[in-house]
């Protein structure tokens, strides 16, 4: 079993950047792929980026491409999320999810993941 913890949302005014971290316990997240999704009240749940952990491999949904990086530190068992030059339209959720068993083309799947931490919340004000 994975526990994962997200931190890290905030306020944050349109333009500025943020630092969101997935925390893992539990077992260690090597052979894993970690994802990150976020969600909108209304909306349903969006991929925003994954990160395989052996490969470091990485994959971006497109509306973040160029302004949001994830990254890994196996020393942490964690996961990071940096946001830039975020936007009104950022405003969400965000959970990260991890699963040992998924291939890459279905990573942006929410459904396919069977480990989720409990989301942190992430407002951008205009």
């Known amino acids: 079993q994975v526990q994962l913890v997200e931190s890290g949302g905030e306020l944050v005014q349109a333009g500025g950047s943020l630092r969101l971290s997935c925390e893992a316990s539990g077992r260690t997240l090597s052979g894993h792929v970690v994802g990150w999704f976020r969600q909108a009240p209304g909306l349903e749940r969006e991929f925003v980026a994954a990160i395989k952990w052996s490969s470091r491999h990485t994959v971006y949904a497109d509306s973040v491409k160029g302004r949001f990086t994830i990254s890994r530190d196996s020393t942490k068992n964690t996961v990071y999320l940096q946001m830039s030059s975020l936007k009104p339209e950022d405003t969400a959720v965000y959970y990260c999810?991890?699963?040992?068993?998924?291939?890459?083309?279905?990573?942006?799947?929410?459904?396919?993941?069977?480990?989720w931490g409990q989301g942190t919340q992430v407002t951008v004000s205009s």
């Open positions: 999810a991890a699963d040992r068993q998924i291939i890459w083309s279905s990573i942006p799947n929410p459904n396919q993941y069977d480990y």
